[in-house]
């Protein structure tokens, strides 16, 4: 039995390596420095008896005790370090919003939920408290993404309510919890030792085999593709309980699959049947950490995992176990940095427009109350959320007692609400078909919902194009090219063809297969 040895603390002054996952965060934030997409807002309505000098000291303790929060970036002789620093009190920004105005406070809280972080000057953690009234707040947390994750979130909700707790009781925050046995810069240091690059370059292989000529699973977009996407997203609200939930339970007792094995192939299985696509990946992440002197950090450790799902004529039940297999081999090489395959997969690829590798994502989340903030004595609740995305579209479930809920993400610089909405409907009637009848067909499933939307939007009616139907295909094509020689026939990502282009090479292909 291998013995589990620990990783260790480093003894070492001043910068270190960036992780991985800070590396490719670092590169995109140089490159295009007043994007938002990484950019992780949090913000809670307090209403009570706000104690300021007991919220302020639990802030700082936070500070004090994760180093992430007090880290910038910088590159020096070919190198991109982390520079962690000195812990320094600070008093909290405490903004008065007049007369209380809710107009007000969502402008500001907008502006600071979308201000870029200056990563080379400042922490990416920036947090504001703004006054509605003697006993009504809004406290800001905005967080960079190479500095937290959504694990992070649920780290910092608990340890801030706790040490709210303890400072309103005069006691020290710090002593309400267990020294963190290491800091993220160790764990960037040891990422990179000799004997996890080996481990890493054996996973690399067989994600090098896995994704060898693997498509994205895209949908069709109602708009085109900007060059650059902003971010901007919208979001669906979804749910799973009652009756369809109960099924969801009793399939997954009955098959030993696990949830999100199950939501993952309707998932997938939904982008078959609106696309065609047969052969397709979707991007999961997973929290990476699966050594237990991580669980209490706060930092950037999540990984990114493309499990690519072929689709065949073949049950809901059998997709379903594909999905299982599938996931289980991608679980069992985790460890190899989503940044890695991206380098080696697709070097030098530098397009904004999209995400590299994946465009989609599906995630079933454990945390129950992530991103919501209970504080002693305080009524509660999520405010002006800003939602930012970095892919076309994300599906999230979170797991509750009896039920699930969720919403789906998605590029309004991409996607109408209406065409997500029908994405949406489609997915429920294949999860509830297939758990009714886990023999169903995939592929002649039968499908109903969502058609009255889009017979709505008119992409139900097939426009029929008035033409010589007893000519044949070639002869229209020539028919089309004498008209048009100098229009675009085709054209992809890098080339395009005219009419009379495509005629000539089409003519020259013909010759050539002819004499063969």
Known sequence: ETKYISIPRIQVDGPVEQSFAQGRLWFIDRLYPESTWYLVPLAARLRGPLHLDAL????????????????????RDGTDLQVIHEFVPTQARVI???????????????????????????????????????????????????????????ILQRELSKFYSAAVQGQDPL????????QYRDFAVWQKQTEQTIEH???????????????????????????????????HEVAIEGALYRSLEQFCKKTQATPFAVLLAAFRATHYRLTGAEDATIGTPVANRNRQELE????????????????????FEVLVQRVLSTTAEASAHQDVPFERI???????????????????????????????????????????????????????????EGHMHGYVMFSNELFDASSIHCMISVFFEILERGLA????????????????????MGLTQVARTDYPRDSSVPALFRQQAAISANTVAVKDASSQLTYAELDSQSDRLADWLARR
């Open 56 to 75: 302020n000291v639990a802030l700082l303790a936070l500070e004090e005790r994760h180093e992430p929060l007090r880290t910038t970036f910088m590159h």
């Open 96 to 154: 008065p919003i007049p007369g209380g105005s809710w107009e007000t406070l969502t402008q500001v809280l907008h502006q600071e939920h979308t201000t870029p972080f200056k990563l080379e000057t400042e922490p990416g953690w920036r947090t504001a408290i703004f006054r509605l009234s003697e006993e009504d707040h809004v406290l800001s947390i905005v967080m960079h993404h190479i500095i937290s994750d959504g694990w992070s979130l649920d």
């Open 175 to 182: 002593s309400q919890v267990h020294p963190l046995p290491i």
């Open 201 to 235: 370059q054996r996973q690399l292989e067989y994600w090098k085999q896995q994704l060898d000529g693997n498509q994205p699973a895209e949908f069709f977009n109602d708009k085109d593709r900007p060059a650059v996407l902003s971010g901007v997203a919208d979001v």
């Open 296 to 315: 209490n950090i706060i930092g950037f450790f999540v990984n990114l995992q493309c499990i690519r799902v072929t689709v065949q004529d073949e049950s």
């Open 342 to 400: 991206v380098a080696e997969l697709r070097p030098g690829v530098r397009d904004l427009s999209r995400n590299p590798l994946v465009q989609s994502v599906f995630a079933v989340h454990s945390q129950q109350n992530i991103g919501k903030l209970g504080l002693a004595g305080l009524d509660t609740e999520s405010v002006g959320e800003t939602r930012t995305s970095r892919f076309d579209l994300e599906f999230h479930f979170f797991q509750q």
């Open 437 to 456: 009848d886990p023999t169903v067909s995939i592929t002649t499933m039968p499908l109903t919902r969502g058609l009255a939307a889009l017979a709505d």
